[in-house]
Protein backbone atom coordinates (compact mmCIF):
# COMPACT_ATOMS: atom_id res chain seq x y z
CA UNK A 1 0.00 0.00 0.00
CA UNK A 2 1.05 3.69 -0.83
CA UNK A 3 -0.38 6.45 1.11
CA UNK A 4 -0.25 10.15 -0.47
CA UNK A 5 -0.95 13.60 1.07
CA UNK A 6 0.80 16.77 1.71
CA UNK A 7 2.80 17.59 4.89
CA UNK A 8 3.48 20.86 5.48
CA UNK A 9 4.11 22.06 1.40
CA UNK A 10 5.75 18.56 0.74
CA UNK A 11 3.35 16.05 -1.62
CA UNK A 12 4.37 12.85 0.44
CA UNK A 13 4.14 8.98 -0.44
CA UNK A 14 4.65 6.44 2.62
CA UNK A 15 4.87 2.73 1.97
CA UNK A 16 3.65 -0.23 4.08
CA UNK A 17 7.44 -0.11 5.81
CA UNK A 18 6.81 3.93 6.63
CA UNK A 19 9.53 5.04 4.33
CA UNK A 20 8.72 8.57 2.88
CA UNK A 21 9.05 9.74 -0.37
CA UNK A 22 8.85 13.73 -0.01
CA UNK A 23 8.90 16.00 -2.89
CA UNK A 24 9.08 20.15 -2.61
CA UNK A 25 7.52 21.27 -5.34
CA UNK A 26 8.63 24.46 -5.07
CA UNK A 27 12.62 23.54 -4.91
CA UNK A 28 12.25 20.98 -7.42
CA UNK A 29 14.02 18.42 -4.96
CA UNK A 30 12.85 14.89 -3.17
CA UNK A 31 13.63 13.91 0.67
CA UNK A 32 14.09 9.99 0.34
CA UNK A 33 13.64 8.96 4.04
CA UNK A 34 15.22 12.01 4.88
CA UNK A 35 17.59 12.26 2.52
CA UNK A 36 18.24 14.99 0.20
CA UNK A 37 18.21 14.20 -3.82
CA UNK A 38 18.64 16.91 -6.21
CA UNK A 39 20.97 16.06 -8.68
CA UNK A 40 20.91 12.98 -11.56
CA UNK A 41 22.08 9.79 -10.19
CA UNK A 42 20.80 5.97 -9.64
CA UNK A 43 20.12 5.63 -6.24
CA UNK A 44 18.55 2.60 -3.54
CA UNK A 45 17.66 3.82 -0.08
CA UNK A 46 15.12 1.24 2.49
CA UNK A 47 14.50 -0.78 -0.42
CA UNK A 48 13.45 2.14 -2.58
CA UNK A 49 15.35 2.47 -6.05
CA UNK A 50 15.20 5.69 -7.66
CA UNK A 51 16.72 7.50 -10.99
CA UNK A 52 17.23 10.66 -11.56
CA UNK A 53 17.33 12.48 -14.95
CA UNK A 54 18.02 16.11 -15.79
CA UNK A 55 17.32 17.63 -19.14
CA UNK A 56 16.64 20.83 -20.15
CA UNK A 57 17.68 22.23 -16.56
CA UNK A 58 14.80 20.24 -15.22
CA UNK A 59 15.04 17.03 -12.85
CA UNK A 60 12.82 13.83 -13.26
CA UNK A 61 12.43 11.65 -10.67
CA UNK A 62 11.67 8.00 -11.47
CA UNK A 63 10.83 5.35 -8.64
CA UNK A 64 10.63 1.56 -8.09
CA UNK A 65 7.96 1.23 -4.99
CA UNK A 66 6.21 -1.60 -4.11
CA UNK A 67 6.31 -3.27 -7.53
CA UNK A 68 4.82 0.53 -8.95
CA UNK A 69 6.88 3.11 -11.29
CA UNK A 70 6.63 6.58 -9.78
CA UNK A 71 7.93 9.23 -11.82
CA UNK A 72 7.52 12.89 -10.79
CA UNK A 73 7.81 15.72 -13.25
CA UNK A 74 9.03 18.94 -11.83
CA UNK A 75 8.45 20.71 -15.01
CA UNK A 76 5.74 21.15 -17.78
CA UNK A 77 8.47 22.89 -20.09
CA UNK A 78 10.64 20.39 -22.24
CA UNK A 79 11.02 18.57 -25.18
CA UNK A 80 8.54 15.37 -24.45
CA UNK A 81 9.53 13.16 -27.64
CA UNK A 82 13.20 13.34 -26.35
CA UNK A 83 12.66 12.53 -22.86
CA UNK A 84 9.91 9.69 -23.74
CA UNK A 85 11.83 6.57 -22.76
CA UNK A 86 12.41 7.57 -19.28
CA UNK A 87 8.67 7.49 -18.36
CA UNK A 88 8.12 3.85 -20.03
CA UNK A 89 5.51 1.77 -17.96
CA UNK A 90 4.84 4.71 -15.60
CA UNK A 91 1.96 3.49 -12.74
CA UNK A 92 1.93 6.64 -11.03
CA UNK A 93 2.10 10.24 -12.35
CA UNK A 94 3.10 13.20 -10.48
CA UNK A 95 2.91 15.85 -12.33
CA UNK A 96 2.28 20.32 -12.90
CA UNK A 97 -1.23 20.69 -12.81
CA UNK A 98 -0.87 22.92 -15.83
CA UNK A 99 -2.69 22.66 -19.26
CA UNK A 100 0.56 22.34 -20.90
CA UNK A 101 1.07 19.19 -18.70
CA UNK A 102 -2.14 17.53 -20.22
CA UNK A 103 -0.50 17.21 -23.24
CA UNK A 104 2.65 15.10 -21.42
CA UNK A 105 -0.44 13.34 -19.59
CA UNK A 106 -1.62 12.16 -22.90
CA UNK A 107 1.59 10.91 -24.02
CA UNK A 108 2.78 9.02 -20.97
CA UNK A 109 -0.61 7.26 -20.57
CA UNK A 110 -0.01 6.35 -16.87
CA UNK A 111 -2.27 4.65 -14.89
CA UNK A 112 -2.64 6.87 -12.14
CA UNK A 113 -2.11 10.74 -12.11
CA UNK A 114 -1.48 13.24 -8.94
CA UNK A 115 -1.41 17.09 -10.55
CA UNK A 116 0.06 19.77 -7.99
CA UNK A 117 0.58 23.16 -8.28
CA UNK A 118 -1.83 26.46 -7.93
CA UNK A 119 -3.31 25.79 -11.31
CA UNK A 120 -4.19 21.61 -11.21
CA UNK A 121 -7.83 22.91 -11.61
CA UNK A 122 -7.01 23.67 -14.92
CA UNK A 123 -5.68 20.42 -15.59
CA UNK A 124 -8.57 18.96 -14.59
CA UNK A 125 -11.12 21.14 -16.42
CA UNK A 126 -9.00 20.26 -19.63
CA UNK A 127 -9.57 16.77 -19.19
CA UNK A 128 -13.08 16.72 -17.98
CA UNK A 129 -12.00 15.74 -14.61
CA UNK A 130 -14.02 16.94 -11.84
CA UNK A 131 -12.10 15.29 -8.84
CA UNK A 132 -13.13 16.75 -5.39
CA UNK A 133 -10.14 17.33 -3.30
CA UNK A 134 -9.39 14.56 -0.46
CA UNK A 135 -7.01 14.79 2.26
CA UNK A 136 -5.08 11.43 1.31
CA UNK A 137 -4.71 8.62 -0.88
CA UNK A 138 -4.29 5.06 -0.05
CA UNK A 139 -3.48 3.14 -3.21
CA UNK A 140 -3.91 -0.67 -1.86
CA UNK A 141 -4.78 -2.76 -5.17
CA UNK A 142 -3.56 -3.26 -8.71
CA UNK A 143 -4.30 -0.19 -11.02
CA UNK A 144 -6.18 -0.83 -14.44
CA UNK A 145 -4.44 -0.33 -17.07
CA UNK A 146 -6.77 1.25 -19.56
CA UNK A 147 -8.41 3.30 -17.50
CA UNK A 148 -6.66 6.16 -16.04
CA UNK A 149 -7.35 7.28 -12.07
CA UNK A 150 -6.95 10.87 -11.32
CA UNK A 151 -6.14 12.29 -7.48
CA UNK A 152 -7.09 15.29 -6.14
CA UNK A 153 -4.94 16.31 -3.27
CA UNK A 154 -5.94 18.74 -0.65
CA UNK A 155 -2.70 20.63 0.18
Known amino acids: MLEFFYKWSHL ?5 DKKEISFLPEEKTILLDGFDINFPWEYEKSEILLEVMEKWENLFYKFNVEKLSIVILTSDN ?16 ILPGTKNAVKIYENIEAK ?18 NKEAVKNF ?11 EFVNLEK
Open 12 to 16: TIVND
Open 78 to 93: FDLEEALSFFWDVDVL
Open 112 to 129: LALPYGEEKDIFFNTLGQ
Open 138 to 148: KLKWELAGDIT
